[in-house]
């Protein structure tokens, strides 16, 4: 249930079956796509080869994709530890724009395609440089991020600075991204290829895991306290500065010796779907969305998620603002990996016909009552909270709505997967598909924004114990405070939220979930691409 369910659904665009981190409810799976796909993959040689006579490649796969996870991981634990220094929704709304760059990594991933220097490799020649940049500029965020994130003496934190920070940070990580990805097609054989979206899955959960679930852990003092400590000390193992400078000499000493230790394969075969250069990729995208059947669904998937946006994107915070600590609500998250896991597989037999999106339809009105179930659970904190924190029922409570949540959402997500699949013009699939899941992880993303800054003017304050003071703003909160009442929320815009989200869900389920499924009974010859040689 962490801020992030917004980095999920909008987050990091990758191959099915993969994601996970801490209770996000902010976010989809990872999404699927490889944007800069068009590579071909190495000759099938004569003889096949095992995956042993490839392990390297493999680990070295892995590797980079965990060192991938990582900077999502941290910008994941940001908005909680923002949330625990009491930054307004306002704040979370405008640091959410951190998590986009994953998102519209297709708006320059043709240019890392195109341009590359012949002699150093395709992939790293944008490989090395972003990682050298990515791990000194961790080094450098190390000696600035505390500053960033306020000293606890009457100075907050610089939302606006760490926004920008972060947002740089991910960009770069997202670069890394289309190199990676774009290398795994050929640094394995034709045979072995499939491991690379092992490696991918399994590497950027590791990843995430590192940077959000076990940095929140070591970074709490009362967990380490309770957890690894003999004798209480006033703040965790490591802190984020920490993190961030060990992480950052991680990546500079790992990137040394792919630059210098690892060639690329020149044995490449030009692809059928290649494109001939930057300018006729972006053309092609935009030939592609100007179609009828591609703009509805575009359309229509940009609009299919404002129902779950205040469950995903505030519930989270809201349990942190109730008093859950951030490293439980982070660790509650490791039961849900097997379920992660296996969901994908089971609903896959489902998504696997001609009618994916059916398995959308029906699992829809689900996920938008349990965000109902979401609001509940935020009510029903403070009355169940006692001196030594809450009682383990509500923590089964709060996983077993995560769980059944990762149910409904995986099941959204697999079908709109399988769809993309099903429709994308085979000759031309990588840009295609990496098109209709980006329009589909946007979906979550702007819903998820928007219901973060809409939290803060839908509450309502009044001030209690000083007459003729309101708490209508900022300033005026002061001076409530400052004449001895305090600020009392009357209306707490989350459920306002809540509720206007789940009706605005079930209205667009009901008018145009139908026009919706319909998408999928077009025929083939809506979705091909007419391209001009």
């Known amino acids: 249930?962490?801020?992030?369910?917004?980095?999920?659904?909008?987050?990091?665009?990758?191959?099915?079956?993969?994601?996970?981190?801490?209770?996000?409810?902010?976010?989809?799976?990872?999404?699927?796509?490889?944007?800069?796909?068009?590579?071909?993959?190495?000759?099938?040689?004569?003889?096949?080869?095992?995956?042993?006579?490839?392990?390297?490649?493999?680990?070295l796969l892995l590797v980079l994709y965990v060192l991938q996870g990582i900077p999502l991981g941290l910008a994941g634990s940001v908005p909680l530890i923002l949330q625990s220094k009491s930054a307004s929704y306002t704040d979370q709304a405008f640091f959410s724009f951190v998590f986009w760059p994953f998102s519209l990594k297709l708006l320059w991933a043709p240019l890392v395609d195109a341009v590359y220097l012949r002699g150093f490799g395709r992939r790293k020649s944008w490989l090395v440089p972003t990682q050298y940049v990515l791990g000194l500029f961790m080094i450098y965020m190390s000696t600035q991020v505390d500053a960033l994130l306020g000293d606890g003496h009457g100075r907050g934190p610089d939302v606006a600075a760490l926004t920008v920070t972060f947002f740089l940070f991910e960009f770069l990580a997202a670069t890394q991204d289309i190199a990676v990805d774009g290398w795994a097609l050929t640094m394995l054989s034709r045979e072995n290829v499939g491991y690379a979206s092992t490696c991918n899955s399994v590497g950027q959960t590791a990843g995430y895991f590192l940077g959000n679930v076990l940095f929140l852990a070591l970074e709490s003092a009362s967990f380490c306290n309770k957890y690894l400590r003999f004798e209480p000390q006033p703040r965790g193992i490591v802190t984020l500065s920490d993190f961030l400078f060990f992480w950052g000499a991680v990546f500079l000493v790992t990137t040394t010796l792919v630059a210098f230790l690892k060639k690329e394969n020149e044995e490449l075969i030009p692809a059928k779907e290649e494109t001939k250069g930057i300018t006729d990729?972006?053309?092609?995208?935009?030939?592609?969305?100007?179609?009828?059947?591609?703009?509805?669904?575009?359309?229509?998937?940009?609009?299919?998620?404002?129902?779950?946006?205040?469950?995903?994107?505030?519930?989270?915070?809201?349990l942190v603002e109730e008093g859950v600590p951030k490293e439980h609500l982070a660790l509650l998250a490791v039961p849900m990996v097997p379920l992660q896991i296996i969901l994908p597989l089971v609903i896959s037999k489902y998504t696997a016909g001609p009618q994916p999106l059916n398995t959308f339809y029906k699992a829809m009105p689900y996920r938008l009552l349990l965000g109902l179930e979401f609001a509940f659970l935020v009510w029903w904190a403070p009355k169940v909270k006692h001196e030594g924190g809450f009682p383990v029922y509500y923590y089964a409570?709060?996983?077993?709505?995560?769980?059944?949540?990762?149910?409904?959402l995986y099941s959204m997500y697999v079908a709109i997967m399988a769809f993309n699949a099903k429709v994308s013009d085979p000759l031309i699939g990588g840009t295609y598909m990496t098109l209709l899941n980006t329009v589909s992880n946007l979906g979550g993303n702007w819903p998820s924004t928007v219901a973060l800054w809409l939290v803060d003017p839908l509450t309502v304050k009044e001030c209690a114990g000083a007459q003729g003071h309101t708490c209508a703003t900022a300033g005026a909160s002061e001076l409530c405070t400052a004449a001895g009442g305090s600020c009392v929320t009357t209306l707490d815009g989350y459920y306002v939220e809540s509720i206007v989200c789940v009706i605005l869900g079930f209205a667009w389920w009901f008018f145009l979930g139908p026009k919706f499924k319909k998408l999928q009974d077009e025929g083939q010859s809506s979705w091909k691409c007419k391209r001009s040689n």
């Open 1 to 59: 249930m962490a801020p992030a369910i917004a980095a999920e659904e909008g987050g990091r665009q990758r191959r099915a079956a993969t994601r996970q981190h801490s209770l996000d409810l902010t976010g989809d799976p990872p999404p699927d796509g490889l944007p800069g796909d068009t590579e071909a993959l190495l000759p099938a040689p004569g003889r096949a080869r095992g995956y042993r006579a490839e392990l390297g490649s493999i680990l």
């Open 281 to 318: 990729t972006y053309r092609l995208l935009f030939s592609i969305i100007k179609m009828p059947a591609v703009l509805t669904f575009c359309l229509l998937i940009l609009t299919s998620k404002i129902g779950f946006s205040a469950a995903d994107a505030v519930t989270g915070l809201k």
């Open 397 to 408: 409570a709060v996983v077993l709505s995560y769980a059944l949540h990762q149910i409904t």
